[in-house]
């Protein structure tokens, strides 16, 4: 059978692993981090444990399919809690707003007429109109795009319609909400991708569409269990992971790629690469100058990335049991905020934040008693001059004022038993995250389907990508699914 060599073991390096090991290729996955699932691992401060990156698991059919297609029950590995109502929106003015998911329709119709009196209409119409263009967006998700042909297939034409690329995710909600705070509850779901919602395409309204539709759900022990479940598949199915592993280079004959040089010095052939590492970071540092060409580093440079997170995990010494499992703050002027983030590039001194305070649903977190809190900040990425050795303690100050003053959490700063920073300058040195743009290559129409790193990597043979850098794009449900896609073209080809 062939030999798979794939480089990270993030989540999209094992949805790879774990369809091509079950389909009984040779399957080795190589890993330059001591601990598996990059951006969704876990973080352990003593005896606090704290998910690294994603705390929002949407669209949970799309693993729960790749696990049953290896003969598996996603729920034999995992424990899964459904959040709702799934967060509190606390906005600038003061009003508070606890959006359900669809399960709990006439809940969330309630909730709409509490805080947005007369706006319900409009949700009904979200409902009924997202669900159509998410049926006919969902199968353009599914496939490749290698070439201009594939833009004329049956299922793109036919999405067409619904796809509102030429405007805004902010613009196009409009035609259902006339209150401004109620169409950022459902637009600020583009931050998940790390754009804003006046800069995102209006197709992205599928994001908080699916979360509505489907729900959001947490995993007991975190969602870094999601990556241990799959590492545990890889290797039932035969294939191995080696960790403290880091690959140095991808090796050619001509523009096939036929293996890798690992940083111990080992050189592992293989009949086809994967590369899951962060796309920029990869292209930068594991291929040839010589064969880099459209993706050379000042090409890269040129493209748009996505904001990064300034974060804070905290060992709590007393449970905030009042306040719900997510939390999102936003500053007192967004739009401004946003703009700092994107344009401006600049530190804000009104900023939004999102706290997960998942121990009031999850006491395996943290010991009886105590609790794990995880904060995010959008922050810019490290195309801004900030200086973040310089800035982080008076940062973390700051936030931590935050957390007192609008986030409900009085009194914290007594609690604490356990910290630990990590600023953008850290997601790129430590976490090889280009320019520590957390959430991967932006997803302007610029930089989607076609237009976005294919996942046979392009000008190469035997080279393939998987991750937040490729088609579909960054957050779990879709760079899973980009697993499953490189997975079948490898399949198909061989
Ligand atoms: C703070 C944060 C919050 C997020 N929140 C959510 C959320 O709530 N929900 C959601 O769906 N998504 C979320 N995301 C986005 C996304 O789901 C995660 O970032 C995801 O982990 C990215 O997966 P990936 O496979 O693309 O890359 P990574 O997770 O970055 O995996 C890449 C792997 O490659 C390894 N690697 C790099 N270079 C080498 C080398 N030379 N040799 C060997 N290995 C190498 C890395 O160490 C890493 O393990 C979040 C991301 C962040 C950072």
Redesign the pocket.
């Known amino acids: 059978m062939k030999d798979i060599i794939v480089?990270?073991?993030?989540?999209?390096?094992?949805?790879t692993a774990m369809l091509l090991a079950h389909r009984g290729y040779n399957v080795r996955v190589?890993?330059?981090?001591g601990?598996?699932?990059?951006?969704?691992?876990q973080i352990k401060l003593g005896d606090y444990s704290f998910?690294?990156?994603?705390?929002?698991?949407?669209m949970k059919e799309i693993l729960e399919e790749i696990f049953t297609e290896t003969g598996r029950n996603l729920e034999d590995y995992v424990d899964l809690i459904e959040i709702n109502p799934m967060y509190r929106l606390k906005f600038g003015e003061g009003k508070t707003f606890y959006p359900w998911s669809a399960s709990e329709k006439e809940r969330m119709i309630e909730e709409i007429e509490r805080v947005f009196p007369g706006e319900s209409g409009g949700y009904l119409e979200y409902l009924r109109r997202e669900e159509e263009k998410f049926q006919r967006l969902i199968p353009c998700l599914q496939i490749p795009y290698s070439n201009l042909a594939d833009l004329f297939k049956l299922n793109f034409i036919k999405a067409l319609p619904y796809l509102d690329a030429h405007k805004s995710l902010y613009t196009s909600l409009g035609r259902y909400f006339k209150e401004d705070l109620l169409r950022l509850s459902f637009t600020f779901q583009a931050k998940?991708?790390g754009m804003s919602p006046w800069e995102a395409p209006g197709t992205f309204s599928i994001i908080s569409y699916l979360e509505h539709k489907m729900g959001i759900y947490h995993v007991k022990g975190g969602?870094n269990r999601l990556?241990h479940a799959m590492a545990e598949a890889v290797v039932e199915d035969g294939g191995s992971i080696e960790v403290d592993?880091?690959?140095?280079e991808i090796l050619f004959e001509g523009r096939k790629a036929v293996g890798v040089e690992?940083?111990d010095g080992r050189r592992i052939e293989g009949d086809h690469v994967i590369m899951?590492?962060?796309?920029a970071?990869?292209m930068k540092?594991?291929i040839p100058d010589a064969l880099k060409d459209k993706y050379s580093d000042t090409n890269l440079q040129k493209k748009k990335y996505s904001c990064s997170?300034f974060?804070l995990y905290l060992g709590l010494d007393k449970v905030y049991e009042d306040l719900p499992h997510h939390n999102i703050i936003f500053a007192k002027n967004y739009r401004e905020n946003i703009a700092d983030i994107t344009e401006r590039k600049i530190i804000s001194e009104d900023f939004s934040f999102y706290v997960q305070n998942a121990s009031v649903s999850d006491p395996t977190l943290a010991p009886e008693g105590r609790s794990a809190l995880y904060v995010?900040v959008p922050v810019p990425n490290n195309k801004s001059s900030i200086d973040w050795e310089r800035e982080k303690h008076s940062y973390r100050d700051m936030v931590m004022r935050a957390l007192e003053n609008e986030g409900g959490f009085e009194g914290i700063s007594e609690s604490i038993e356990e910290e630990r920073i990590?600023t953008p300058a850290d997601?790129e040195k430590e976490?090889?995250?280009y320019l520590g743009a957390?959430?991967?290559l932006g997803h302007q129409v610029s930089q989607m389907l076609i237009l976005r790193p294919h996942n046979k990597l392009e000008g190469y043979e035997n080279l393939y990508i998987?991750?937040?850098?490729t088609h579909p794009g960054?957050?779990?449900?879709?760079?899973y699914e980009?697993?499953r896609i490189t997975a079948n073209l490898i399949h198909r080809e061989v």
């Open positions: 480089i990270g073991a993030g989540p999209g390096g094992l949805s190589f890993e330059k981090q601990y598996i699932g990059g951006r969704n691992s998910d690294m990156g994603p705390t929002f698991f949407l998940y991708i969602l990556s592993c880091p690959v140095r690992l940083a899951n590492a962060d796309f970071m990869g540092k594991l997170t974060m995010l990590i997601w976490m090889d995250v957390t959430f991967n998987v991750g937040g850098g960054s957050g779990l449900p879709t760079i980009s697993g």
